[in-house]
Nanobody, 120 residues
Framework: QVQLVESGGGLVQAGGSLRLSCTVS????????MAWYRQAPGKQRDKVASITRGDSTNYADSVKGRFIISRDNAKKTVTLQMSSLKPEDTAVYYC??????????????WGQGTQVTVSS
């Protein structure tokens, strides 16, 4: 059974930094594009950043220059380094990955979410 396990959320003051990590567990063939989404209370879930298996990255305009997404294909992990955090970055952050398995083919998986709170 494939699972995405996140870690690294917490409370930080504005201007501070946090690092989120997500690890894929279970039997997989390949892990394709990995991404981070976030959802603030009362708002829709939005993509923050994504990274392909070949390390091509894409960022939401609101986080460009402040967040960096990276991955380790051998360890099946994706990391989001967040700097210069703002109160408006407060949200639950979700890991997302497109994963191919032997039994089910290519599907999209989600982590359980980790809370990031930025105080002003």
């Amino acid at each position: 059974q494939v699972q995405l396990v996140e870690s690294g959320g917490g409370l930080v003051q504005a201007g501070g930094s946090l690092r989120l990590s997500c690890t894929v567990s279970g039997r997989t063939m390949t892990v394709q594009t990995m991404a981070w989404y976030r959802q603030a209370p009362g708002k829709q879930r939005d993509k923050v950043a994504s990274i392909t298996r070949g390390d091509s990255t894409n960022y939401a305009d609101s986080v460009k220059g402040r967040f960096i997404i990276s991955r380790d294909n051998a360890k099946k992990t994706v990391t989001l380094q967040m700097s210069s955090l703002k109160p408006e970055d407060t949200a639950v952050y979700y890991c997302n990955a497109e994963i191919a398995t032997f039994l089910t083919g290519l599907n999209t998986y989600w982590g359980q979410g980790t809370q990031v709170t930025v105080s002003s």
